[in-house]
């Protein structure tokens, strides 16, 4: 069994800052894609940040130059600090991870339970 553990989410000023961490344990052979999600009310999951399988890091528009997303293969986890946060940032956060259970399964993308950011006028 595979499982994601999210946690560092909660309630902040606008301009504040929080940082989301996500850990994967479990039978995990390989790694691939890590990256972060949001979904607000009303509205459809987007993509925030992440790593493709080349291990290069990509930004939704809406939060380059504010949010940071890195990761520790070793320790399959990944991480989002986000800086200068604005109300529209409040969502419930994601993180999904693609990943092999064994040399011999299929690339499945794994979510973790989500976490709430809300950020205060």
């Known amino acids: 069994q595979v499982q994601l553990v999210e946690s560092g989410g909660g309630l902040v000023q606008s301009g504040g800052s929080l940082r989301l961490s996500c850990a994967a344990s479990?039978?995990?052979?390989?790694?691939?894609?890590m990256g972060w999600y949001r979904q607000a009310p009303g509205k459809q999951r987007e993509l925030v940040a992440g790593?493709?399988?080349?291990?290069?890091?990509y930004y939704a528009d809406f939060v380059k130059g504010r949010f940071t997303v890195s990761r520790d293969a070793a320790r399959n986890t990944v991480s989002l600090q986000m800086n200068s946060l604005k109300p529209e940032d409040t969502a419930v956060y994601y993180c999904?991870?693609?990943?092999?259970?064994?040399?011999?399964?299929?690339?499945?993308?794994?979510w973790g339970q989500g976490t709430q950011v809300t950020v205060s006028s």
């Open positions: 999904k991870i693609g990943l092999q259970t064994s040399f011999y399964s299929n690339w499945d993308d794994y």
């Open positions: 479990g039978s995990i052979f390989r790694v691939s894609s």
């Open positions: 790593f493709n399988s080349g291990g290069h890091a």
